[in-house]
């Protein structure tokens, strides 16, 4: 039993020793290699003072690798040119928009705002129904307010309903409905109606030289009925087919002080547009497909998209009877500079709208530029109109905050006669717009809106048009 009281004490005979050795030998203490085997001594030598020395310096981090610090990415060195150009950009999406959202729902969360909301406007088993205010306004135009209702899963598991319906007073009044079914995750079929009335639109002649001053406004009350069948195909690539009735009146229109159409057309301003003042009906069929490389979100962004549809219509009413084919071809590259959906992309496209007998084709059915649902959205709705258009668009798109994302483009394009007859560079007008969307909704979205087109080049490039727009677009 006294092998432990032995053990113990030849343990604290060798600490001894350790410490003793270490401390004549300083440079064991820091990152000498401790020697193999130290005899232990019988008795510890008297301690020396260990001599002062000045503190070494901070040395760099060794490469462990080998291997040099990784070179930026062509992705990350070509991202500097859109930050220093869009730099004021930047500053307004960070300090005007972005901060001070992110300040508001960050207050929002703690007040517990998105709850009472969402438990107010949305209703129901799973919250798949409920309703929300509109209100859109596009200066030069009359603004309008309504309400926005959705119902998900309607009777049975992926049916939906949608109900868009706005106003502005009794000549001023619009409404949509939609009801789309999903028949399996890449189907969908849809059919719809919706009608809009409204005295506010505007209209300054047909082709690529006409300008500002001369801008009248018409009217149209339109009822629209359709159906369609579409399919995703890959990725971003769908067919989609459709049939669809529409009956449409024009009249002169009204706001401000702008004159009427009828009045520039007396002036001499512009000649009369054909099928002005007379209803038609029309029976359309529409064919589109597109081509696209890219993931659906949130994947990165890079890819190429190509594109194309035609829509046949024809007179089911009025003399002489009338048809005509209205297509379009377009094609984009799309490159996602640093993997987070920062996208640059340049893209063009062609439109052509072509008589397929003797009738005209009434204006409004025409190749148009401009507002939210054509290119060069910088212009006003309806700026531009004539046979056809050819539009080539630079963008950028970053996100903002939580489904929200800005975009700028910069775009040169106009409208021409049969097939781009008398197309010529110097006929071009430039285009710019701003833009901040949400992407809550293929439905409907929140957007603002600030953009500008001018004269042709040849004219010389005087700005023609400002536009500021926001709010919520119907679906």
Do not use: C
């Amino acid at each position: 039993m006294r092998s432990r009281p032995l053990r113990v004490g030849r343990l604290r005979h060798a600490l001894a020793a350790a410490i003793a050795v270490t401390a004549a030998h300083p440079a064991l203490a820091d990152d000498a290699p401790a020697p193999s085997a130290a005899p232990a001594p019988s008795a510890a030598p008297a301690p020396r003072a260990a001599p002062a020395s000045t503190p070494s310096p901070n040395r760099a981090l060794p490469d462990y690798e080998g291997r040099p610090p990784p070179s930026p990415s062509a992705g990350e060195v070509a991202l500097w040119i859109p930050r220093i150009l869009f730099s004021p950009v930047w500053f307004v999406s960070e300090f005007v928009i972005r901060r001070p959202i992110g300040a508001a729902l960050t207050a929002a969360e703690r007040a517990n705002l998105p709850s009472v909301l969402y438990d107010f406007f949305a209703f129901g088993p799973d919250h798949k129904a409920g309703f929300a205010p509109v209100l859109f306004v596009d200066f030069g135009f009359n603004p309008s307010v309504g309400l926005y209702f959705f119902w998900n899963d309607a009777f049975f598991k992926g049916n939906e309903f949608r109900l868009h319906a706005s106003t502005w007073g009794e000549d001023w009044v619009m409404a949509n409905f939609k009801e789309r079914i999903h028949l399996t995750k890449r189907d969908t079929f849809a059919w719809g109606v919706g009608y809009t009335r409204r005295p506010d639109y505007v209209f300054y002649g047909i082709g690529p030289m006409t300008l500002q001053s001369a801008q009248s406004r018409y009217g149209e009350d339109r009822l629209d009925a359709g159906l369609s069948l579409s399919s995703v195909v890959w990725r971003g690539s769908h067919v989609e087919t459709a049939l669809g009735l529409r009956t449409a009146k024009t009249y002169d229109g009204t706001f401000g002080d702008d004159p009427r159409l009828s009045q520039q057309v007396r002036a001499g301003v512009f000649s009369m547009p054909s099928d002005f003042g007379s209803p038609y009906t029309i029976v359309t069929s529409r064919t589109a497909a597109a081509f696209d490389t890219r993931r659906p979100y949130p994947a990165p962004g890079s890819g190429f998209r190509v594109e194309g549809q035609g829509t046949v219509s024809g007179t089911a009413t009025g003399e002489p009877p009338a048809s005509w084919i209205r297509w379009d071809a377009g094609a984009a590259g799309y490159v996602d500079l640093d993997g987070h959906r920062r996208i640059l992309s340049l893209g063009a496209e062609a439109l052509f709208a072509d008589p397929l007998g003797s009738g005209a084709i009434p204006f409004t059915e025409l190749v148009s530029l401009g507002g939210d649902l054509a290119p060069m959205p910088g212009f006003y709705a309806g700026r531009l109109v004539d046979r056809s258009a050819a539009v080539a668009t630079l963008r950028y798109r970053w996100p903002i905050g939580p489904y929200i994302s800005g975009s700028l483009e910069a775009a040169v394009g106009n409208v021409f006669g049969e097939h781009l007859d008398g197309f010529d560079p110097k006929l071009l007008r430039f285009e710019s717009a701003l833009g901040i969307q949400s992407d809550m909704s293929p439905d409907s979205d929140v957007h603002i809106l600030i953009g500008f087109g001018t004269e042709t080049f040849d004219h010389g490039t005087q700005i023609d048009t400002v536009r500021l727009a926001f709010g919520t677009s119907r679906f």
